[in-house]
């Protein structure tokens, strides 16, 4: 079975645009969580979706959003990107909503100059 | 929200056993615990996800005491490719439940 993709590995953005990324689940896994890494802060829940529904969200400002659409498939989204939000976007699937086994996939490394 | 507490870095030997203990006071009823493994530059993978008493699968052990507020991750016979950091996490099953990594414990194993 296939894990966790995720689309680009890589990005660079200058301050002031916009990003989007992609997630694919493992296949049959409705659940899709995103997280943010960086050395300062650690890994930081951006928000979770269940078929298609935000269940949960982190302490994290608008500019971040993100959606899941009927395959599982997910993306997100950061706008008026700032410095700060240079980091490591993290994904993680899971089957349903009785178990936090989550599956991580590599990662989209966001540089933003 | 259930924070939890672990120690910033261990070290070890190959061969020895490994216990990383984790705090979490404020763990409600319906919360679990679970614990990841993360090497530089990868996803965090999951190691083992337990309730209460003691959970064991093919890489480790976890132990749960009776009243929830700490839990031990125990990893027998270590070798160096099990240098990695190491995060508690306790999770809930509401759609209310936030979910908080610690800051791990970073382990380095010696020849």
């Known amino acids: 079975k296939a894990g966790v993709t995720q689309t680009p590995r890589y990005l660079i953005k200058t301050r002031g645009q916009q990003v989007t990324l992609s997630c694919s689940p493992i296949?049959?896994?409705?659940?899709v969580s995103w997280y943010q890494q960086t050395p300062g802060q650690g890994l930081q829940f951006l928000f979770e979706?269940?078929?298609?529904?935000?269940?949960n969200k982190g302490n994290f400002p608008g500019r971040f959003s993100g959606r899941q659409f009927s395959n599982s498939r997910s993306e997100m989204n950061v706008s008026t990107l700032e410095l700060g939000d240079s980091a490591l976007y993290l994904c993680?699937?899971?089957?349903?909503?009785?178990?936090?086994?989550?599956?991580f996939g590599p990662g989209t490394r966001l540089t933003v100059t | 929200l259930a924070k939890t507490t672990q120690p910033i870095s261990m070290d070890s030997y190959e061969g020895q056993e490994v216990n990383i203990t984790c705090s979490h006071n404020?763990?409600?009823?319906?919360?679990?615990i679970t614990w990841y493994q993360q090497f530089p530059s990868q996803g965090p993978r999951f190691i083992i996800q337990?309730?209460?008493t003691k959970v064991t699968n093919e890489v480790a052990s976890l132990f749960i005491p009776a009243d929830r507020k700490s839990s031990t991750l125990s990893l027998p016979r270590v070798s160096l490719s099990d240098t990695a950091v190491y995060y508690c996490?306790?999770?809930?099953?509401?759609?209310?439940?936030?979910?908080?990594f610690g800051s791990g414990t970073r382990l380095s194993i010696r020849p």
């Open positions: 979706y269940f078929s298609e529904t935000q269940r």
């Open positions: 404020n763990i409600a009823t319906n919360d679990y």
């Open positions: 296949s049959g896994h409705r659940s």
């Open positions: 996490l306790v999770v809930g099953y509401s759609s209310a439940s936030k979910i908080i």
């Open positions: 337990g309730y209460k």
């Open positions: 993680a699937s899971r089957s349903g909503q009785t178990s936090y086994e989550q599956y």
